[in-house]
């Protein structure tokens, strides 16, 4: 259980880094994919344990706003997917989309994501 814990830890420290140096510094400090995966495995570890600690990446809603950047309204609302694996979460998301913008002059834009086999 302790080492559990130290790793806990350790990925929250590091992924709350990554974050901060991708939304704030606009920098990566390590690619999409290794976020992801690191973010996976705190989360299972959570899971596991029942330990979540209060700066964890998996308990933060958002980031911190920074003044300088411009506000934009969209006539659409945006929506995200939350780092979905599954299609069925896909499909209810883009059922959401056209129930929400049926009439919409944009085009929906999705980024696909390919792992490897782990």
């Given at each position: 259980?302790?080492?559990?814990?130290?790793?806990?830890?350790?990925?929250?420290?590091?992924?709350?880094?990554?974050?901060?140096?991708?939304?704030?510094?606009?920098?990566?400090?390590?690619?999409?994919?290794?976020?992801?995966?690191?973010?996976?495995?705190?989360?299972?570890?959570?899971?596991?344990?029942?330990?979540?600690?209060?700066?964890?990446?998996?308990?933060?809603?958002?980031?911190?706003?920074?003044?300088?950047?411009?506000?934009?309204?969209?006539?659409?609302?945006?929506?995200?997917?939350?780092?979905?694996?599954?299609?069925?979460?896909l499909l209810n998301t883009l059922a959401l989309f056209v129930i929400i913008s049926p009439t919409s002059p944009l085009?929906?834009?999705?980024?696909?994501?390919?792992?490897?086999?782990?």
């Amino acid at each position: 259980m302790e080492e559990k814990k130290k790793r806990i830890s350790e990925l929250t420290e590091l992924l709350n880094r990554a974050a901060y140096a991708y939304e704030q510094e606009d920098r990566e400090i390590m690619s999409n994919l290794e976020y992801d995966r690191l973010y996976d495995e705190l989360k299972i570890l959570e899971e596991e344990t029942g330990i979540v600690m209060a700066n964890s990446p998996t308990a933060r809603a958002g980031y911190e706003v920074l003044s300088e950047l411009p506000k934009v309204r969209h006539d659409s609302p945006m929506l995200s997917l939350d780092k979905t694996k599954e299609p069925e979460a896909l499909l209810n998301t883009l059922a959401l989309f056209v129930i929400i913008s049926p009439t919409s002059p944009l085009p929906l834009v999705a980024a696909w994501k390919s792992f490897p086999s782990r």
